[in-house]
C-alpha cells in the first residue's frame, strides 16, 4: 500500500519554487478565472459564474457543499492506492473513492482556483503513476473481462471517465514532465487496455461499451488524440458497426426507451451524458444533441418518465427496488437535458427530488431556474407508453397514472423486448403503485448489491432460479413453467406486442397488449384499465388477462402483494405440521405454499399495506384453487426476502381473468384508527370473450355497477364492435368502453 | 338514525329571538371573553390569551387548525347520532367522532365566541337526549361490562370525558331548560350507570377505573354535584378504597412508572391529567398536582423517559409497536405537566416530535416558550431506572442511553412486575434500540387494532399463544416452556428484581437483575452492558445471561431481530422440501424452523437491517445448538406477522450465555454502497462465573480486547471483588468493570 501525505501549507512540496508560483497564479485565478486546458465537462466562464453564483442557489450549494466536504474528508487522511482488491472488498472501494476524490478536486479546483485541489490530483495521479505500470490482468475477474486495478474492465472505465474530468481541470497546472509521466504511464496504456485488449467489449452495443467508448474518448480528447477521439465516436474499425454513434443507433427505441429498462438507463445515462457532453464541447459540428432526431434527450425523458411518483424507478429486469432520479447518473443528464433542450418545468420536478445540481453551466442554469420559482413543482409525468427495440417495433412498455404528486396511482405494464442478460421472463407483467409505494409489486432482482459477504455483491443463483422466473411477477405462469421455457435466446428472439393504450379519458385509462410467443401454442393478452369513479375513494385497476390454447392448460395468477391478510371469501386450510414448497422448478421451489383454497366462486381477497387497504376481487371459475405462498424455500443462504404472494389457479384452454384491485380505507395503528377495512367491489362477472371482445360486470355497494367492454380484434378508435353472449348482445366504439350505472333505484338494463 | 343539520346561519333556529341574543353576546364576547361556566379545562382568561396570541406559536396555531378543520368537516355533513353498532363498526366510529366534535365545538366556542360552535354541540346533544334513554346494554358487549351507546362501558366513558369539556364551555350559553333535558335524560343517567351499574369498575384500581372517576368527576364539577365529585375523587363508599386518589396511589411506582407499562399509561394519561386539572381548577385545596410527591408529573415523566429516541413507545406486554409520544393523551399531559411543574427544556423536546399544543392556558404556554428556542430541542433522556410495584419493591425497567437524538442508542430491560391482563411472560427481556429503529425487537401485542375484520379490531387468540409466551421475547425460555407456565397469577404474585444500574459511565454503562422465581428450579440473572469503544463506529451491547439450575435444563437463548441474513459461522442446514414448527405449545408452534446447526465455538451471525448491519457474536460452549427461524405456523387466519428469530439452544444447569451485539458498517442499496459488513467482535470467551462474579474476554480486529468483570453477589459500588478461575485471579472494585486494552503490540497481560 502507497501512501503519501496530501499537499497543504504544513507540508510543503520539495519544489518549493513551483509552490510560490502557484500562490502567484491563485491571486491571478482569482481575478481571472483559473487556466484551463480543452473543457470537456466546465470551461473558464462557467467556473467564474459559479463562483460568482455561490450562496445564492440551493441545488448549486448543495453540490459544491457534497464536493468540499467529500474533498475535507479526503485532506483529513493521508492519499491512499492500494495494491487492487476484490471485488466489493477495501481496496476497491478505495480506487472508488479516489476517483471521485480526483473529480471533485479537479472541478473544486477550477471553480475556486485553489491549487490545493489542483495539488491533490496531482499527487493522486502521481501513485496511479506509479501503481498501474506495475499491474497485470486482475486475478480476480470470475467471469468478467478483467481489469488492472479493479477485477473488471467495467470499473476501470468508470473510473477513467471521471479521471478525464480531473486531469481535464488541472491539466495546465500540471508540467509538461507531469503530464507526459501521466500519459504514458496510465492514460495511454489504460485506454489500449480498452480499445485494443478489450476491442470486443470496445465495440459492443452495450452499456459496457458506452463506459468503454466514454472513457477512452474523454481522454483522448484531453490528451489531444484525434484519432482515439474517432474509434470512441465510430467504433476501432471507424465502419460505424460499434463506438458512440452506433450505440445511440441501436440502444434505444425511437422513444429513447432503453431496452434493459430504467435501471440500466440509470446507469448508462452517466457515460452517455458525460461523452456527450464533451463531443458538444470539443466537436460542436458532430451534432451530437440532436443527433437521431434528439435520441439523448429522449432517452433521459424516458428514463424520468417510467419514475413512481416517489423518484424511484420501476425495478423491472434485474434491478434495485431503491434506485431512484436522485442518483447521481440522473443528476448530471437533468442538469444537461435541461440546458440542452429547453426549460421544461417537469425537469424542475426532478431536480426537486435531486436536490442538487452538477458542476458547470447547466447546473448553474437549473439551479438559477429552480430557486426562481415561488414553489417547488411536483414531478408530473402524463400517461405514457414507450415502443420497445431499437426500430421501436417489439413491443412496449404502458404506464397509466391518475392524480398528481405523492396521490398518483400508476399502474404499469411491460410488454417489449426481452432486455438481454438482464431481462426477466415477464412478458404482460404489471405493477400497481399507490399510496407512495409499489402496492402490487416486481421482486427487483437477486442481489444484494456491493455486500461483501453475499457472493461479493454479485447477482445470486437466486437471481436466475427466482427473480427471473415468470411466477415471480405478476403475470399469468401456464403449466407450472417460465416463459420461453427460461431460454435467454427463445426470449430475445421474440417480444411482446402493443394491442392499443388510450389514455385520453380522465375516468378511465387502458392499456392492451398481446404475448403470442412465450408460451408454445398459448396466445395471451392483456387488457388493463385505471378507473376512477367519484363513489370510491382511490382509482382501480381493471385487469382482464385472456388465454387461449387449442388445450386445456393450468394457468396460475399471481399477486405479489405486501402486508397482511386482513379478509377473504376463502376457505384456506393452512399447513399446520409442515410447510412444503409449491413446485420443484420454474421458480415455484422458492414459494412455502402457506395456505390453499378451492372454490367456484367469485374471489375476494383483502390485505392490509401501510394506512391502506387492498382487495382484490376476481371473476369465479369451475374449479379455481387458491394458494398463499411466501418466498424463502430452498433458500439455503437466506438470498431471498421473505415475501407474501397470491395464486389464483385455473385449468382450462381458453380463459379470462376478470379482476379489480380496489385501494380502499384507511389504517393508522399509531392513532388506532381504521376505516373501510372491506372492499366496496363485492362481483366481478365474466359476461364473455372471444377473439373480438370481452364483456365483463362488475358490481359493487350502493349501486355501483359498471359494465366493461374491450376489444380483442384489430386496435381502432373508431371501428363499431357487436359481440353476443348468452343471446345477449354488447355494441360499443372504439377499443373500451366502460358504462358507469347507478343500479340504487333499479337494474342495470331497465 | 337521526339525522338533524347543523345550526348556521342559513338555517336559523326556530326561537329567533334566542339567536339575535347570541349575536349579541358574541359581540361582546370579541371584547371580554366569552361567558364561561364553571371552567374545568380552560377559562374566559385564558380563551381570550388564545384568541389573542392566534398567528404567533406555531404549536398552538396546529391545535386550532386542527380543531378547526375537524368541524369544518363536520359542518359539511348533517349531524348523525346513530343507533349504537359493533365494536370498531361505522356507528361506533361514529359516536367516536361525535365526541371529538363536541369537545372540539366548545373549545372553539370558548376561544372565537363564534356561536356556530356552541349550537352544534347542542344540537348533537339534543340527539343524544332523544337516544340515550331509549337504551339498554349494549347486546354486543361480549366479555365487557356493557355500554348503551357503545358495546362496553369503556368507550362510553372516554365519551363522557370529552363531552364534559364539551357541556362546561357551552353551558351557560344553553337555555335551563337545554340543561335540565341533557342533565336529566343524558348525563344523570349516564353517570349513574358508571357509578352505580357498574360500582365494581368504577371503584377498580385499573386505567378502566380512572376513565369511570374521570367521566363522573367532571361531569359532576359541571354539573355542580358536589357528592359526586367525592364519590369519584374517594370511591362509592367515600372510603378511599377506590377513586381517583387510591389510584394514584396505587397505580404508580413511587418513580411514577405504570405497571402496565408506556402504551398503557399513554392511554391513561388522558383521564388523569382531565380529571386532575379539573380537580386542580375546581377544588385547588386537594392540591392534586402535588398529591403523593407530585405522582402525576412523575407518571408523564416515566412515559416520555422510556421512549425511544424517535419518540415511540417501546411496545413491552399488550402494546403496539407504532404508538408514540405524538398521541393526544401525551400531548395533553405534556403540557399541563409543563405548565404545573415548571418549564423543562426536555419537555419541550417532546413538543418538538408531537408539532401540536393543547387548547388552554397550558398550551398556550408551551407554544409561546417553544417559539421562543432558537432551535427546537431533540427530546434527550438520561438513562434511567424505573422501579416498579406501587411500593417500588418489585423489580424495575432499565433503560441505558448513549448518544444524542436520532444517533441515540437505547438499552432496555425490563425486570418488573406481570402487568396484570396485559402483562407478557418476559422478565429480563431486552429490546435494543439503534439507527433509529428497534433493531433487536419486541413483538408487540397480537392484534390489530380497531381493524374490524380481525376479530373486531380486538385482541387475537394469537396474543396469548404467541405475544405472551417467554420465547416470543428476547430473554431465555427454559425447558421450551413460558415463565411461570403461563400462569397470570403466579406471574402476578412474583416480579424480577433489581441487582444494580449504573449509568455514570461514559465510556460503559450497565444494569443487572434477576428472576429467580419464573422458572422453578432455576436462578437467572442478567448483566447488560452499554460501551463505547472509540475502535467500533457505534456503541455496542455486552450480555452476560446467567442461569443456575440444580438440573440440566434446555435453555434457549432467542435474538428477534430484523432483515437479512448476511453472513455467520454456522453450518446452516436449511429444510429443503418441508418446513416443521419448533415445537408444539409455548409459542414455539408459531415458529416455522428455517435452518438448524450445531456447533461448540464462538457464535458468530451477521445481518443486515436498513442502513446498518448487525453482529451477534457469542462465545461458544459444547453441543450447541443454533436456530432460525419464522413466526407464521399454526396461524391459521393470518394473523401473525412473518418475523425471524435467531435461537442459541444448550443444554446445562449452570450457564452463561456471554454475547457481544455490534452495529457496524453501512449499506445503501439506493446508493449502491456497502461498507464493513463484518464485525469487528470476532471472539467472546467466557473466562469463569458463578455467584460471586464472572469475567468475560472479548477480542477484536486491530487488537481491541476488553476484559468484562461483574458482580453477582450483592450490589455494591464500593466492595472489592477478587474471583479465581482456572488458577488465575480477577480483582476489580464495584458492581463491575470494563478494562479497555489494546493488544496489537502484544498480549492482554504482559
Redesign the interface.
Known amino acids: 500500500m502507497i501512501q503519501t501525505m496530501p499537499f497543504s501549507p504544513d507540508h510543503p512540496r520539495p519544489a518549493m519554487h513551483r509552490f510560490l508560483l502557484a500562490g502567484f497564479l491563485l491571486l491571478f485565478a482569482a481575478e481571472q478565472g483559473v487556466a484551463q486546458h480543452a473543457g470537456i465537462f466546465i470551461n473558464k466562464e462557467e467556473a467564474a459564474e459559479i463562483r460568482g453564483a455561490l450562496g445564492k442557489y440551493a441545488l448549486l450549494d448543495n453540490a459544491v457543499a457534497l464536493a468540499e466536504e467529500t474533498m475535507e474528508a479526503a485532506f483529513s487522511k493521508p492519499i491512499e492506492v492500494p495494491q487492487p482488491g476484490e471485488a466489493?472488498g477495501y481496496e476497491h472501494?478505495r480506487h472508488k473513492q479516489n476517483y471521485r476524490e480526483m473529480r471533485y478536486a479537479g472541478l473544486l479546483y477550477s471553480i475556486t482556483g485553489e491549487e490545493k485541489y489542483a495539488a491533490f490530483a496531482r499527487d493522486m495521479l502521481e501513485e496511479y503513476a506509479v501503481l498501474y505500470p506495475t499491474l497485470g490482468p486482475h486475478p480476480l475477474a470470475r467471469n468478467q473481462k478483467p481489469g488492472k486495478i479493479f477485477h473488471q474492465t467495467l470499473n476501470e472505465e468508470v473510473w477513467l471517465v471521471h479521471v478525464s474530468i480531473a486531469y481535464d481541470c488541472i491539466y495546465e497546472w500540471l508540467s509538461e514532465e507531469e503530464r507526459a509521466r501521466f500519459e504514458a504511464r496510465i492514460f495511454r496504456p489504460m485506454a489500449e487496455w480498452f480499445s485494443v485488449r478489450n476491442k470486443e467489449e470496445f465495440n459492443r452495443i452495450h452499456n459496457h461499451g458506452t463506459w468503454a467508448v466514454a472513457a477512452v474518448g474523454m481522454i483522448a480528447y484531453v490528451m489531444g488524440d484525434q484519432s482515439l477521439v474517432e474509434k470512441a465516436l465510430h467504433g476501432t474499425e471507424l465502419d460505424g458497426a460499434g463506438g458512440f454513434l452506433a450505440q445511440l443507433d441501436l440502444l434505444f427505441s425511437p422513444d429513447g426507451y432503453y431496452m434493459e429498462g430504467p435501471y440500466y438507463i440509470r446507469y448508462a445515462l452517466m457515460p452517455f451524458f458525460y461523452f456527450a457532453e464533451a463531443v458538444h464541447r470539443m466537436q460542436p459540428e458532430v451534432g451530437i444533441y440532436d443527433y437521431r432526431d434528439r435520441i439523448l434527450g429522449k432517452a433521459h425523458y424516458s428514463a424520468v418518465q417510467t419514475a413512481f411518483p416517489n423518484g424511484?424507478f420501476p425495478p423491472i429486469n434485474d434491478a434495485?427496488?431503491?434506485?431512484?432520479v436522485?442518483?447521481p447518473e440522473v443528476i448530471l443528464a437533468n442538469a444537461l437535458t435541461y440546458g440542452q433542450y429547453g426549460a421544461d418545468e417537469s425537469l424542475l420536478g426532478v431536480a426537486r427530488i435531486q436536490n442538487r445540481a452538477i458542476l458547470n453551466g447547466a447546473g448553474l442554469k437549473i439551479a438559477h431556474d429552480y430557486a426562481a420559482l415561488d414553489a417547488p413543482p411536483d414531478m408530473n409525468w402524463p400517461s405514457i407508453e414507450f415502443t420497445d427495440g431499437h426500430d421501436g417495433e417489439q413491443g412496449g412498455l404502458g404506464i397509466l397514472r391518475m392524480g398528481t404528486g405523492q396521490d398518483e396511482s400508476m399502474l404499469l405494464m411491460k410488454y417489449g423486448v426481452h432486455g438481454g442478460g438482464h431481462g426477466h421472463f415477464d412478458k404482460l407483467h404489471f405493477i400497481f403503485f399507490d399510496q407512495g409505494r409499489e402496492a402490487i409489486k416486481d421482486y427487483g432482482f437477486g442481489r444484494?448489491?456491493?455486500?461483501?459477504?453475499?457472493y461479493g455483491?454479485r447477482y445470486l443463483p437466486e437471481n436466475e432460479s427466482w427473480a427471473m422466473q415468470t411466477i415471480a411477477h405478476n403475470t399469468v405462469a401456464v403449466d407450472g413453467s417460465t416463459q420461453n421455457l427460461g431460454d435467454e435466446d427463445a426470449a430475445e428472439a421474440t417480444s411482446g406486442q402493443r394491442h392499443f393504450f388510450e389514455a385520453e379519458g380522465a375516468q378511465a385509462k387502458a392499456m392492451s397488449a398481446r404475448a403470442d410467443t412465450h408460451y408454445e401454442g398459448v396466445a395471451m393478452q392483456r387488457t388493463m384499465l385505471l378507473v376512477r369513479d367519484e363513489r370510491l375513494s382511490y382509482p382501480v385497476v381493471i385487469d382482464l388477462f385472456r388465454l387461449a390454447s387449442d388445450a386445456s392448460r393450468q394457468y396460475d395468477y399471481p399477486i405479489h402483494y405486501s402486508g397482511?391478510?386482513?379478509?377473504y371469501n376463502l376457505d384456506?386450510q393452512?399447513r399446520?405440521?409442515?410447510?412444503?414448497?409449491l413446485g420443484e422448478d420454474s421458480g415455484y421451489q422458492h414459494i412455502?405454499e402457506?395456505?390453499r383454497a378451492a372454490t367456484d366462486e367469485t374471489i375476494r381477497f383483502?390485505w392490509?399495506d401501510g394506512h391502506r387497504y387492498y382487495s382484490i376481487v376476481s371473476a369465479g371459475a369451475p374449479g379455481t384453487e387458491a394458494f398463499?405462498g411466501?418466498t424463502?424455500?430452498?433458500?439455503?443462504n437466506?438470498n431471498l426476502?421473505?415475501e407474501?404472494v397470491l395464486i389464483v389457479r385455473r385449468q382450462a384452454s381458453d380463459h379470462l381473468f376478470a379482476s379489480v384491485i380496489e385501494p380502499h380505507g384507511y389504517?393508522n395503528?399509531?392513532?388506532?384508527?381504521?376505516?373501510q377495512?372491506?372492499p366496496r367491489i363485492k362481483e366481478v362477472r365474466v359476461v364473455g370473450h372471444d377473439d373480438r371482445g370481452s364483456v365483463v360486470e362488475i358490481e359493487g355497494e350502493g349501486g355501483l355497477f359498471w359494465r366493461v367492454m374491450a376489444n380483442n380484434g384489430p386496435p381502432s378508435k373508431t371501428t363499431e364492435h357487436t359481440v353476443s353472449f348468452d343471446g345477449k348482445t354488447y355494441a360499443w366504439t372504439g377499443n373500451f368502453k366502460i358504462e358507469f350505472i347507478d343500479t340504487s333505484a333499479g337494474a342495470p338494463d331497465e
Chains 1, 2 share one sequence.
Not at 320 to 324: A, Q
Request: no cysteine.
Open positions: 466489493g472501494e424511484v434495485s427496488r431503491t434506485m431512484d436522485a442518483a444484494w448489491i456491493n455486500v461483501e459477504p453475499k455483491g397482511q391478510p386482513i379478509a384456506f393452512t399446520a405440521g409442515m410447510l412444503h414448497p412455502w402457506t395456505a383483502t392490509l398463499l411466501r424463502g424455500a430452498n433458500d439455503p437466506f426476502r421473505s407474501p389504517f395503528e399509531a392513532r388506532e384508527r381504521s376505516a377495512a372491506r
